[in-house]
């Protein structure tokens, strides 16, 4: 699970082009979206296509990514949990 | 009108108001050095490479403005290029190109027009006037000239920041801007085509 955790803190960096963020800055528990990292709106259907692209998880439902996307840790959960690839 | 101030910022050299801005980079790394030195905005590097360019610029034209950041909405934004967003656009048809491989990215997708580069700038400094982006077949002074002089027909504009913005990949990009200002100041170059012009080629 901490491989994953850290392995997703790695691809939010990179796909969001969070340039001056570490994955050790980003708490498991943090919320990624409001206050945390800041995330955006769009930053969140990045977040979306990362995890089909990535994961082969496709959320059929975008409200979906309001409970998934709460912070890193309940992300890596679904990710293990509903994985395809 | 006249001109208060004014950039030239290409892939290779910096300077503002006719003083060179020494720095040892090129292309790409040059805006990101340039952000590193004075900002510090993190939505700088989710932009795309028109964007940086016209926010880069913008900062270094804007700096030391008094009342910077104050609402105001008497300033356009006026943007003229050749390329439009072609560099994003490139970016983004190369992850709609493989049907096998097929993720559409969102946030390269929001920078494929032309026209937020301009949002980009009125976000930061809070400027509530007239923004556009004008897409022209090759630098032409009297274009510029021309389409920012057209700017201060309505009643609310008084000044305009803008001028030639053209990125037609990440790494080659130029940007001739200035603060253009309707007022009359005998000490301040005259906003004309020849002025312009000189301005390009010359400082």
Known sequence: MDDLILELKKQIIEVLNLEDVKPEDIDDDAPLFGEGLGLDSIDALELIVLMEKNYGIKLKDPNQGKEIFKSVKVMADYIKNNRTK | ?203
């Open chain 2, 1 to 203: 009108m006249i001109i208060r101030r004014w950039i030239k910022l290409t892939d290779t050299s910096v300077s503002l108001n006719g003083k060179k801005i020494e720095t040892e980079s090129c292309g790409h790394a040059l805006l990101t050095h340039l952000y590193r030195e004075r900002n510090d905005y993190p939505k700088f590097f989710k932009m795309d490479a028109l964007s940086k360019l016209g926010f880069i610029a913008t900062e270094l034209l804007l700096h030391d403005e008094s009342q910077r950041f104050q609402p105001r909405g008497d300033r356009a934004v006026i943007f003229i290029g050749k390329s439009g967003s072609l560099a994003d656009d490139t970016n983004y048809q190369k992850t709609i190109a493989d049907k096998d491989n097929y993720f559409p990215s969102p946030s390269v997708f929001v920078y494929t027009l032309p026209n937020i580069v301009t949002g980009e700038v009125a976000i930061r400094n809070k400027y509530y006037g007239e923004t556009c982006f004008h897409v022209i077949d090759e630098l032409r002074a009297d274009k510029i000239a021309d389409i920012i002089s057209d700017a201060f027909q309505d009643a609310d504009t008084t000044s305009v920041v803008g001028g030639w913005l053209e990125c037609s990949d990440e790494e080659h990009f130029e940007a001739y801007l200035f603060i253009v200002e309707a007022s009359a100041d005998g000490q301040a170059p005259e906003w004309n085509k020849d002025t312009i012009r000189e301005i390009i080629n010359n400082n």
